[in-house]
């Protein structure tokens, strides 16, 4: 067993005794058994050239090759090893965090393989040549410094052209993992393997990644789904969400994808896609909670238990009348002051601030900044809700006007 860092920089000799040069990186198969393919030499003027394993003869004090040697290159999903894995984050899914490879682990077995990576501080160690002293140090004390080896078994490459590398994921170790850490470590690779890791994972926690990818990869992804799988996605996703996904994977697409969805949530989808014609309706979303005037407090509450479930959210309870118009709002905080006998039209706030679809973006923001609100209701011209705008939906317009 060899560690990379052991021979590294080794001088690299032809058979009849030539330098060559110095060993300056590896090359390997990207695969369940990664074989080292090929090896980078530095030359003695700084020029690098790539040659085939097959002209390794041995690994001693020094690195001996063939007399005859073929220059070569990288081939299709193969890795360097300095470049791609070495110093690399990769996710730890035993202890659910990102470590880094500070050494690899070489083995000869029939051919030249990496059978695993060192991520404790003995692999940095080694680098330095102090893995010894520190070795001895510890030994006076009655400690013992161990590498900290994770075999190649439970590590897969994810990404051959970015170079990154991904921990083999079992479905339940993996799904610890926050969906928003893992969308952002996706986002650094191809839209390929970002389909290969959503494949391992169940529809809900598939949704909430997918849900927390930008929408470049959200489209792209999307487009390449069966319109079948698309909607089985899109179930679970927030409408609101739906409606941007479904708007940048395009009109053909949509319409294919639609008809796969339950029949609530296409109603409520095509609903929301009607509004998005204008700036602010592309913005609305779908999730709000409004009563009856003459409802109670008790009532309004069992309501919020039983219907507000599946809310990311609940910051405003709006008010309507027998003509389905919008007549006040109020918030949890006033709610649970009040006796549950208490008719919410007693206490509820009369002078709502509302937005229309054609409000522009800036008087929404001015408005919610105005009145310290974090949603505001959008209403038709008849007074009817139409769906709320929170702060939120409109943070990419305060970050260009005022960041």
Do not use: C
Not at 244 to 252: E, F, N, P, Q, R
């Amino acid at each position: 067993m060899l560690y990379f860092s052991e021979i590294k920089g080794k001088k690299v000799i032809s058979e009849d005794h030539v330098l060559v040069g110095y060993l300056d990186d590896l090359i390997f198969q990207a695969s369940e058994f990664p074989q080292l393919t090929k090896l980078i030499i530095r030359l003695p003027n700084s020029q690098k050239i790539i040659i085939d394993i097959d002209a390794l003869i041995k690994i001693k004090h020094d690195i001996i090759i063939k007399k005859k040697y073929n220059l070569s290159k990288l081939s299709e999903n193969e890795l360097y090893l300095v470049k791609n894995l070495l110093d690399k984050q990769i996710i730890d899914i035993k202890g659910h965090k990102v470590i880094r490879v500070n050494d690899v682990v070489i083995q000869y077995k029939e051919s030249w393989y990496i059978s695993g990576v060192d991520v404790g501080v003995l692999g940095l160690l080694r680098w330095i040549k102090l893995e010894k002293f520190f070795k001895n140090l510890y030994e006076l004390f009655g400690w013992k410094m161990k590498s900290i080896f994770l075999s190649w078994a439970d590590i897969q490459p994810l990404e051959l052209a970015r170079g990154q590398v991904f921990l083999k994921k079992k479905e339940e170790k993996l799904q610890k993992i926050r969906s928003e850490d893992l969308a952002d470590y996706l986002e650094k690779t191809t839209i390929r393997n970002v389909k290969k890791v959503i494949d391992t994972l169940n529809t809900q926690y598939s949704a909430e990644v997918l849900q927390n990818l930008n929408i470049n990869y959200q489209s792209a992804i999307f487009r390449s789904f069966p319109p079948e799988k698309a909607a089985q996605f899109l179930e679970v996703i927030d409408s609101d969400e739906v409606v941007d996904i479904l708007l940048a994977v395009g009109y053909k697409k949509r319409q294919l994808i639609i008809p796969f969805l339950s029949e609530s949530k296409k109603q409520e989808v095509i609903y929301l896609l009607d509004l998005s014609k204008t700036s602010i309706g592309k913005l609305i979303t779908s999730e709000y909670f409004y009563v009856d005037s003459q409802m109670t407090v008790f009532q309004i509450l069992n309501r919020i238990k039983t219907e507000t479930t599946d809310f990311s959210s609940l910051n405003y309870i709006y008010v309507i009348n027998q003509e389905k118009q919008l007549i006040g709002v109020i918030n949890l905080h006033e709610l649970l002051l009040q006796s549950n006998d208490v008719v919410v039209f007693k206490f509820m706030t009369q002078n709502v601030i509302v937005v229309h679809l054609t409000t522009p973006e800036e008087i929404v923001v001015k408005k919610m900044l105005k009145y310290h609100l974090v949603a505001l209701p959008v209403i038709d011209v008849n007074k009817k809700i139409l769906g709320i705008i929170t702060l939120d939906d409109v943070g990419d317009f305060i970050l260009k006007q005022w960041i």
